[in-house]
């Protein structure tokens, strides 16, 4: 879906506060509600704005460890991306999943309590699935986490 300048200003307004009055987005946008209202459905529908989230700080809820995980396949075939996929979607632990190209096939991000349940969570990776190459990365610190893409809302 091609967006004109006021979808993406509605867009980057919402990303920046997925709880903004419709009155106030409209009037941040240059709208009265009733066309803000049928563009943010529009956008809704589209699946460019997939939901609308409250962000929570990890570590403050007892998750304090991000565990980067790079994996390769056996072989590329198609049953075993399927199978992967399903295994991934049973694991609510990983956040975050990546096809690659490159020396590794996918990469993981993964945020647990501990270093116990990241045992727990990579046994059950490898047990559900054939790997041929496996990689993990423990994160020390987090430096950026932007969830705000930089869209421009200047030129039309």
């Known amino acids: 879906m091609e967006l004109d300048r006021i979808d993406r200003k509605i867009v980057a307004a919402l990303m920046a506060d997925a709880t903004l009055p419709l009155a106030r987005l409209a009037g941040m946008v240059g709208l009265s509600q009733t066309p803000c209202w049928k563009r943010v459905r529009k956008l809704q529908s589209s699946g460019v704005i997939r939901g609308r989230v409250a962000l929570v700080d990890p570590e403050r809820i007892g998750f304090g460890l991000t565990v980067f995980v ?10 075993w991306q399927d199978r992967l996929e399903e295994v991934l979607s049973e694991i609510p632990e990983v956040m975050e999943a990546y096809q690659l190209a490159g020396q590794y096939d996918h990469l993981l991000r993964i945020v647990v309590r501990d270093m116990a349940e990241f045992e727990r969570v990579r046994k ?28 421009d809302t200047l030129t039309a």
């Open 70 to 79: 790079s994996l390769s396949a056996p072989d590329q075939a198609p049953a």
């Open 124 to 151: 059950r990776l490898a047990n559900a699935i054939e790997l041929s190459q496996l990689s993990v990365h423990f994160a020390t610190r987090r430096l950026k986490n932007e969830t705000v893409l930089p869209l």
